[in-house]
């Protein structure tokens, strides 16, 4: 039997929304070090990146991402603090998310027909 899939979009605001891309996002960051490492990483333009940033950025009173300006190695991008718990919450509501999914799911899951 196959568990279904749960993709979780937090609207903390009509503005403000958090999503498994700029969790993904910010994870890879925390990992490779910099913003253009990160998309290259997730197959996803530097532009694209720095916006999704500029954007996550703007959301908190503080940065969720700090950045250093490139010099003869390139810039450098680091996850804050903030960053962390913000990766940290939406993981800890995901993983509840999906537990509750598994749960009320599996009457549904029994009723599917063979090979669906």
Same mark, same amino acid.
């Given at each position: 039997?196959?568990?279904?899939?749960?993709?979780?979009?937090?609207?903390?605001?009509?503005?403000?929304?958090?999503?498994?891309?700029?969790?993904?996002?910010?994870?890879?960051?925390?990992?490779?070090?910099?913003?253009?490492?990160?998309?290259? +990483?997730?197959? $996803?333009?530097? =532009? /694209?990146?720095?916006? @999704?940033?500029?954007? #996550?950025?703007?959301?908190?009173?503080?940065?969720?991402?700090?950045?250093?300006?490139?010099?003869?190695?390139?810039?450098?991008?680091?996850?804050?603090?903030?960053?962390?718990?913000?990766?940290?919450?939406?993981?800890?509501?995901?993983?509840? +998310?999906?537990? $509750?999914?598994? =749960? /009320?799911?599996?009457? @549904?899951?029994?009723? #599917?027909?063979?090979?669906?």
């Amino acid at each position: 039997m196959t568990e279904p899939k749960l993709f979780l979009r937090l609207d903390l605001t009509s503005r403000v929304r958090l999503g498994p891309g700029k969790i993904r996002l910010l994870e890879a960051i925390e990992r490779e070090g910099s913003i253009s490492a990160a998309g290259r +990483a997730l197959k $996803m333009s530097y =532009r /694209r990146a720095w916006l @999704l940033i500029a954007d #996550l950025n703007s959301y908190f009173r503080q940065p969720v991402v700090a950045t250093t300006l490139g010099g003869t190695g390139g810039g450098r991008a680091s996850v804050t603090a903030l960053g962390r718990t913000v990766i940290n919450a939406y993981r800890a509501m995901e993983n509840d +998310a999906e537990r $509750m999914v598994r =749960r /009320r799911s599996a009457p @549904l899951l029994r009723q #599917l027909k063979a090979g669906k």
